[in-house]
């Protein structure tokens, strides 16, 4: 695996991690937002209806009801988040982190780190989290929880009732309730998080801060262009990155930098040695 003592040394001086996780990330929990291999099997009445094959695909489509759609997402949030065990890597990860101070930027949007019980206020869900509604009228009247209505809903649904009533209605202009993520042109960025995470970066400055990139792809440049010009700024700064080539940095960051021909899942595992 090329770089990874390289890899192990960068963390091991480290005073500070700052772990970016994207949609690679994601697929090794077990979201796959773009596969279609068990799509129809695990939601078949919406890929009949609606023509889509992906859990990608029905998010940007809209559904005929707000009923509808909130049971969607419903199903799709007790799957992937409710029921959510953490993987090896991410008890890895944990592992890995220790008592070091860290913060997490992550596109992941399925509330894992925070099942994973890392602390949620260093967290920054920068696409959003679908456990967390806001509302659909394209006013910003705050975010909160979801994941009591999730369970009504689907209690409602086994049991064959009529899960109308059950949309959940923003408490200040009465709009239906939305799953807060990019769906629209009505996202909202979790601007609390962001501020913190800010603060974080700027608290840091003078320490040994490494970057540990998971799984970032070309859907989260985010997460990916902003970093590399940090790493370039500040001389303590350094990174870590799964599943990228050593080639593809800023040269000027190489030095100081470690790719790993690796996944994710497999680079924690390696890094982290029982």
């Not at 023509?51 to 909130?70: C, M, P, R, T, Y």
């Not at 870590?240 to 000027?252: K, N, R, S, T």
Request: charge should be negative; aromatic fraction near 10%.
């Amino acid at each position: 695996m090329e770089n990874l003592n390289k890899a192990q040394q960068l963390l091991n001086e480290a005073d500070v991690v700052i772990v970016t996780a994207g949609n690679k990330m994601a697929k090794n929990e077990g979201l796959d937002l773009l596969g279609t291999e068990n799509f129809e099997q695990d939601f078949p009445e919406v890929a009949s209806k609606y023509h889509v094959n992906s859990i990608g695909d029905a998010l940007d489509h809209k559904f005929d009801s707000w009923a509808e759609q909130w049971l969607f997402w419903s199903q799709l949030i007790e799957k992937y988040s409710l029921n959510y065990v953490p993987s090896p890597a991410m008890k890895k990860l944990r592992e890995l982190i220790g008592e070091k101070k860290f913060f997490i930027a992550t596109s992941t949007f399925g509330h894992f780190f925070e099942q994973a019980d890392f602390n949620k206020n260093r967290i920054f869900n920068a696409f959003g989290d679908w456990t967390v509604m806001q509302c659909s009228s394209g006013v910003n009247h705050g975010a909160k929880s979801d994941q009591e209505v999730v369970r009504q809903i689907l209690t409602a649904h086994q049991g064959d009732q009529d899960i109308t009533k059950l949309v959940p209605k923003c408490e200040q202009c009465g709009q239906p309730m939305e799953i807060h993520m990019p769906l629209n042109e009505h996202f909202y960025p979790d601007t609390d998080a962001n501020t913190r995470f800010r603060w974080f970066l700027t608290g840091n400055e003078e320490e040994k801060v490494v970057f540990l990139e998971l799984g970032v792809d070309e859907t989260s440049p985010q997460l990916f262009e902003p970093i590399i010009r940090l790493v370039q700024q500040f001389p303590q700064w350094t990174y870590v990155a799964a599943d990228y080539q050593q080639e593809m940095l800023p040269l000027d960051i190489q030095d100081k930098s470690a790719a790993v021909n690796a996944d994710a899942a497999s680079l924690l595992q390696a890094l982290v040695t029982d």
